[in-house]
């Protein structure tokens, strides 16, 4: 069974775009936090890091479920624990933008994960990819199993490109509903 997409595409500027994606989870903000600064808790989901993470430093990323596990350049360019982190990662292949936020909710945390775009159109690969590895996420926290690749990636591309070909269409403002997928309302 194929997981469904949440992510969304809004505009924000002239040439930029967030790619949003939300998840809801029992535990605390600091809970979810370590799962992304302490580098036990992430190499269970997503890779691990060596260095020393501080506002402006940089550590060095292995992604553990890519192919060939490639390694990239992270720096920290915003830290206020358990609340925001922001990455700018650098590898071979350019550089990204990823903002991660914990909000405290009833019972919980809200992670809304955002990764910086100026290309809307890239979301058709990086958002099955960031599905991916939130739920692996979350089966790392809950002891469920963890998900497969394929069944993100090529079956979600057609939603990325949809939301992403509307967002390019939205003109120079930002989005007014970026929830809202195309051809459905609401």
Request: glycine residues 10%; aromatic residues 12%; negative net charge.
């Amino acid at each position: 069974m194929q997981p469904e997409p949440t992510g969304r595409i809004s505009r924000t500027g002239e040439q930029a775009y967030d790619l949003t994606l939300t998840r809801n989870f029992i535990e605390p903000p600091s809970a979810l936090w370590n799962s992304f600064t302490n580098p036990v808790q992430a190499a269970q989901w997503f890779g691990r890091w060596e260095g020393t993470p501080a506002r402006g430093e940089s550590v060095d990323l292995q992604m553990l479920y890519e192919d060939g596990l490639p390694w990239s350049r992270v720096t920290v360019s915003e830290c206020a624990a358990p609340e925001l982190l922001r990455l700018l990662v650098e590898d071979e292949y350019g550089s990204w933008d990823l903002e991660v936020r914990f909000s405290p909710r009833s019972g919980g945390t809200q992670l809304d994960f955002i990764h910086h775009l100026e290309d809307p159109l890239a979301a058709e690969s990086v958002g099955p990819g960031w599905e991916y590895y939130l739920d692996r996420m979350t089966a790392a926290l809950t002891g469920g199993t963890a998900p497969e690749f394929d069944d993100y990636y090529p079956g979600q591309g057609p939603y990325f490109l949809a939301q992403a070909r509307a967002a390019a269409d939205s003109g120079g403002t930002p989005d007014e509903n970026p929830g809202q997928v195309p051809g459905t309302s609401g």
